[in-house]
């Protein structure tokens, strides 16, 4: 076996491969849960009841429903012959007794047809009895509504840094949460075939943990069900943990109708029901030099969990894990604490709690910056981590170095300087229109925070004919992993990408799965397809070698075909080699394995080293803003960041641009509003569509975007030298929304301090320039002669 990071001459890894459904999904072709069922006879729809109250008990009537025509049941919670619950932590039950937000699914009706099934579910009759509702995160704060574990970071003497530090600041950091929108919204489809075995197809990221909450509600276990999912329309964390219950719900129907039942939120549904990015509410001091250096930081992180833990504590912990971003702060006291609220249960999100902890800190940096009369790029940059200095979990921090390096190449590529002193010039002519230009780094770890999910694994088959099919533990919701397993496994074989074909994800062919997330899909799925292949490899080179009389040893795999050092008058296809190993008894499948080495991690005491390493990126943003309206615009935009030694280029520069773009949105555009009047609507999220929840799109896109990944960045220890792309560059949308808060500094006089909402919607950038004008206006001059002032109008 040889080291996990070398790569053979003329790889398949590390060329522009097309995405493997990109025809598919161009021509509307490709096939996706819901389009699985409605190939099916006899399927019903299932259909929630949902509460129109923020929080009660219910007291359910389902009989009504039985009269319309189509209805063939309704599931309530007397139907669970296993477990009422969709979680792990034994706090969402899947009939509730208890109504704990405004849109929570009741109960669920079976009909013949949608229609038939919405009717019914409309004509069944809740009773409440209303409770006290807990709607925004200081709600919960001041009623002390906590759940969970709470956690901290802590090194060095804050408190005692604090009281030495020259400069002293604090304040509060408030920011939103974000709504998933992926394509294809929640889905399940479930079956129950002649002998007893339940098959779910199902629109999750983790099949394996959607499997056990199946077999746990149907009282069954897991080798009676088997999860397939076949590709997602996009997740982004969003399928993590939320998808078991609709699958429970449509195996539950399956096994008391004995027909196969279908489940597919509509977008209202489906936006009301799930849960969102956490928003977050920080309370926080931080002490700096005279310099700018960072010396302590105190802070009480309280993350908004909505109705029950699902993946909150863990998100926690990633945030409080990623406050420092990409600074060295030598004494840190950070605590955090998970809010329980009436509303959806906040779940996984790209980034899955670490963009919430960097927003503090750049938060921070963008706030104190005019304050101490130092400009913001050269702040950020004097206080980058250092070869040899450890995060405040205790983790070494690995290639530091590429941080300034990064950070340079960024600078001198984008023409930063230059364009700052245009900008001067532009601003100091221009009264009402002002522009910035941010530069803000990333420093993200990388593995899950929970050690067992560091592993992976594959099954691959070799057939006689020389053609490969690949099964491994991932999901493909179209960030492209199928695509880099594909180039993965035809590297490893010494093929060319056509010859190698993927299997849909099945826990029937690799079980004990982990959820395709945290950005390991690659790392993990790929250390484990490669495993499987080289196996197969070994045992066909002592094949090859005794058909080419050589050394197994001297065997080589490459372009599908197989040569022998020293051998110039022989060459033979992998087939051939396939079909002779066959034929002389030799295993053509293999099982392969993966398990992340060298982590460790204490929960209790938040110390250790829970990443394998760490991606680096910088990402510079121009802004231009109107003073009148507070409207602004993308003008530029240059990223650089590191992926290691690229499996896929053009995957990764994707998934570089759609996370940056995703990150603006949730900065500057997507907000999430719930009624927190006392009416009768409390507790209803008020943007349910893109009507009212606004999406980025190509009119927000900057009209040049420039991604180049870093060079020569090989990753030792990570497959075939690679890094994770999905998350890290999702923060580098934080050059957007600093950029925004410097033009809107430009307003205003020299050192003042913007403090802007989140997200800098337009109409928050407009008070943020009013603000701005108005300190200008009370550090002016007095006139030299009073003058009378006009009445102010009431």
């Keep these: 076996m040889s080291a996990l990071a070398d790569r053979p001459a003329h790889p398949v890894v590390g060329t522009s491969a097309v995405h493997e459904s990109a025809a598919l999904h161009v021509t509307g072709a490709a096939m996706y849960t819901d389009d699985v069922a409605a190939h099916a006879h006899g399927v019903l729809t299932a259909w929630p009841v949902q509460s129109t109250n923020a929080h009660a008990r219910v007291t359910v009537d389902v009989a009504p429903a039985y009269e319309v025509p189509g209805v063939v049941r309704v599931l309530t919670a007397d139907d669970v012959p296993g477990v009422n619950d969709a979680g792990i932590k034994n706090d969402e039950p899947l009939f509730p007794t208890e109504a704990m937000f405004y849109g929570h699914a009741l109960v669920w009706v079976l009909g013949e047809t949608p229609e038939a099934a919405r009717r019914g579910a409309a004509a069944v009759q809740v009773q409440y009895e209303p409770l006290p509702s807990l709607i925004t995160v200081q709600d919960a704060i001041d009623a002390g509504s906590y759940q969970g574990i709470a956690r901290t970071v802590e090194r060095g003497d804050a408190a005692s840094a604090l009281a030495s530090a020259p400069r002293v600041f604090e304040g509060v950091t408030e920011f939103g949460g974000q709504e998933h929108f992926y394509l294809e919204t929640h889905a399940s489809f479930a079956m129950l075939d002649t002998e007893g075995q339940y098959f779910v197809q199902c629109s999750t990221q983790h099949p394996t943990e959607t ?31 939320q998808p078991h219950g609709f699958a429970a719900i449509a195996a539950l129907g399956a096994k008391l109708t004995g ?99 960097v927003f503090l800190i750049e938060d921070i940096l963008g706030r104190i910056a005019p304050a101490l009369g130092i400009d913001p790029l050269d702040l950020r940059e004097r206080n980058f981590y250092r070869p040899g200095q450890a995060t405040p979990y205790g983790q070494p921090v690995k290639d530091a170095e590429r941080l300034p390096a990064i950070w340079n190449q960024l600078r001198d590529e984008s023409s930063l300087d230059a364009r700052r002193a245009q900008i001067a010039r532009f601003n100091a002519g221009s009264e009402h229109v002002k522009r910035a230009i941010a530069m803000t780094p990333v420093k993200f770890g990388i593995s899950f925070n929970f050690a067992a999910f560091n592993q992976a694994g594959a099954l691959v088959h070799v057939y006689k004919d020389g053609s490969v099919l690949v099964n491994h533990g991932g999901t493909e919701m179209g960030q492209g992993l199928h695509t880099k397993m594909l180039q993965v496994a ?74 022998g050092l020293g051998n110039t008058t022989q060459r033979l296809t992998f087939a051939e080699v396939a079909g002779a190993a066959y034929l002389q008894r030799v295993q053509l499948f293999a099982a392969g394995y993966y398990r992340t080495e060298g982590l460790h991690w204490n929960p209790d005491i938040m110390q250790g080293s829970p990443f394998k390493y ?48 995703q990150g603006m949105g949730w900065l500057t555009l997507e907000e999430l509003r719930w009624d927190s009047s006392d009416g009768p609507h409390r507790g209803r999220l008020q943007t349910q569509s893109a009507s009212t929840y606004k999406l980025p799109s190509f009119s927000e896109m900057p009209p040049e975007l420039n991604v180049r990944l870093f060079q020569n960045a090989r990753e030792d220890g990570a497959i075939y030298g690679s890094k994770a792309v999905g998350e890290p560059p999702f923060m580098l949308a934080f050059s957007a929304r600093e950029a925004l808060r410097q033009a809107v500094g430009a307003f205003g006089p020299a050192g003042h301090s913007v403090q802007l909402a989140s997200p800098a919607t337009p109409e928050a950038v407009f008070w943020a320039v009013e603000a701005a004008r108005a300190a200008g206006e009370r550090d002016a001059p007095e006139p030299e002669a009073e003058t009378e002032l006009a009445p102010v109008p009431a």
């Design 259 to 357: 027909r196969p039942v279908r489940l597919r939120l509509n977008r209202t549904q489906d936006i009301t029901m799930t849960g969102k990015r956490h928003p977050f509410h920080i309370a926080w001091k931080v002490g700096v030099d005279d310099d700018g250096m960072l010396q302590s930081l105190d802070a009480v992180l309280t993350a908004d969990g909505g109705w029950s833990l699902d993946l909150s504590e863990p998100v926690l912990g990633r945030a409080l894990c990623h406050l420092d971003n990409a600074y060295w702060i030598p004494n840190v006291h950070a605590h955090g604490r998970i809010a329980k609220t009436n509303k959806t249960s906040n779940t996984a999100f790209r980034g899955f709690g670490g963009p919430q902890g």
């Design 614 to 661: 760490f991606a680096y990126g910088c990402a510079a943003t121009e802004v231009e803003v109107d003073g009148f309206t507070g409207a602004y615009r993308m003008r530029r935009v240059d990223i650089i960041h590191d992926v290691g030694d690229s499996l896929s280029p053009m995957i990764d520069i994707g998934q570089v641009e759609g996370a940056f773009v």
């Design 490 to 563: 035809a590297t490893a074989l010494g093929l060319q990408l056509h010859q190698v074909r993927l299997a849909p994800t099945r826990t029937d062919k690799v079980p004990n799965t982990s959820a395709t997330a945290a950005s390991s899909g690659a790392d993990l799925n790929g250390g484990a397809v490669r495993n499987a292949c080289e196996q197969i490899r070994e045992r066909m080179a002592d094949v090859a070698g005794r058909m080419l009389n050589v050394d197994a040893r001297d065997v080589r795999f490459a372009g599908g075909y197989v040569t």
């Design 211 to 241: 499997q056990e909450i199946v077999a746990h509600v149907l009282g069954v276990s897991s080798n009676q069900v088997t999860v397939q999912q076949l590709r997602m329309g996009g997740g982004f964390g969003g399928k993590e943990m």
